[in-house]
């Protein structure tokens, strides 16, 4: 199975995803940017799916700092709300492969994490 990160603060949506993902994929879980960062230098994942607003951290940031050291691993955004502009300065500066605004499907978040894994493999 191909190594996916989700990244939420929100440990029974996070525990839902995991439920509902690892079916299909290897899926590790982190509460926090931080957290996730720690995961992200001991292993490689193909595939980050990074809420937007934590404590502790942002998310949009966090995935700025994966396209820097990690350019290979493709990176998803999930937020509950953010204004346009910064949506399209968002998918910009963290080469985000797709953004989706909660609440979003496990269909949804299957399909791009699939094309996610796709996109790494045939990264150049």
Do not use: C
């Not at 993902?21 to 292993?43: G, H, P, Y």
């Not at 980050?48 to 955004?77: A, I, K, Y």
């Not at 399209?88 to 500066?93: A, I, M």
Request: glycine share 6%.
């Amino acid at each position: 199975m191909e190594p996916v990160l989700i990244v939420d603060d929100d440990k029974p949506l996070l525990e839902m995803w995991k439920a509902a993902l690892e079916t299909e994929f290897a899926v590790t879980t982190a509460t926090s940017a931080k957290d996730a960062e720690f995961l992200m230098r001991k292993n490689t994942y193909k595939v980050v799916v990074s809420d937007h607003l934590m404590p502790g951290g942002n998310g949009l940031s966090f995935l700025v700092r994966m396209r820097e050291e990690h350019p290979r691993t493709q990176r998803v955004l999930v937020t509950g709300y953010m204004k346009p502009e910064m949506l399209l300065r968002s998918v910009n500066e963290a080469g985000l492969l797709r953004y989706y605004l909660k609440p979003v499907t496990i269909g949804d978040l299957v399909k791009t994490i699939r094309e996610g894994i796709r996109a790494f493999d045939e990264f150049k």
